[in-house]
């Protein structure tokens, strides 16, 4: 049994989760510990099952043979820093870029045995997940297969995020528009009602769509990124702070990356 601890109030951690359990365990069904409420959306977790309770909860009741961290090796508020967890257990980091600086008082005592890195981190956090786990090595995350379709020509904003962000992507979009002369469809792919004369699609997975869009308008948060590399020529990005993720950092990563013409 493998159970995945993906704290975290929005989709991200969730579809990272997803990603992984695909890539590395061919989607061998799982239980992911999570606070969002995307885990009640069948859509989200496929074959795997959310478990609302708390970490030693979830371990008294499944006794997993591997515990996967999604993000923060401490937790998100450094919950998991001393936690003892029986030596049966092998326990997996998926570590993507944090404000590292700023994280690190969490840590306390985490170990893992091993760490995937899934994108570059900064050198103090690479060092630090170095020195406290068995393995450090990178991954490349395969998303489960899904159906296309539904987005041709539009210029596509797709976010799980609150509705101020959303309005503010659809401004950055328009000014984009503005910039390059154009007059497209703005589509927004989002749990959450656009402002009206802007066109919305609630679908998951909404990587699907990126290839017929003629933009991809978005934050700059991990899963997106990853998933437009192949069309890194039209994507736009709008990075929002957070608390320990560092968006801007990985915008301007991608932003220095080659563009592809797909």
Not at 7 to 26: D, F, M, S
Request: hydrophobic content about 40%; proline content about 10%; overall charge negative.
């Amino acid at each position: 049994m493998i159970v995945c601890y993906a704290q975290g109030g929005g989709l991200g951690h969730l579809t990272r989760i997803r990603a992984y359990l695909h890539t590395v365990h061919g989607d061998t069904p799982s239980v992911v510990v999570t606070d969002s409420p995307f885990g009640a959306d069948p859509r989200v977790l496929g074959p795997h099952h959310s478990f609302s309770g708390s970490l030693p909860a979830a371990l008294r009741e499944f006794r997993p043979e591997t515990l996967v961290v999604d993000a923060f090796p401490a937790g998100v508020n450094g919950e998991l820093s001393g936690l003892a967890l029986p030596s049966s257990i092998r326990t997996v980091h998926l570590a993507r870029l944090l404000r590292w600086e700023d994280y690190r008082p969490l840590m306390g005592t985490t170990r893992f045995d091993e760490t995937w890195t899934l994108e570059e981190l900064s050198d103090g956090h690479r060092a630090h997940l170095s020195e406290i786990s068995g393995s450090v090595a990178p991954l490349e995350l395969v998303d489960p297969p899904a159906e296309a379709g539904g987005a041709h020509g539009a210029w596509l904003i797709p976010h799980t995020g609150p509705p101020a962000e959303i309005e503010e992507l659809i401004a950055y979009a328009r000014e984009c528009a503005t910039l390059e002369n154009r007059h497209p469809r703005l589509l927004v792919a989002a749990p959450h009602r656009p402002p009206v004369g802007v066109d919305n699609v609630d679908v998951y997975p909404v990587w699907p769509l990126f290839a017929e869009a003629e933009r991809v308008i978005s934050a700059a948060g991990f899963n997106v990124v990853r998933q437009m590399l192949p069309w890194r020529a039209k994507h736009r990005m709008l990075p929002f702070p957070r608390r320990w993720d560092d968006q801007f950092t990985r915008a301007a990563r991608a932003r220095e990356c080659p563009r592809s013409d797909r």
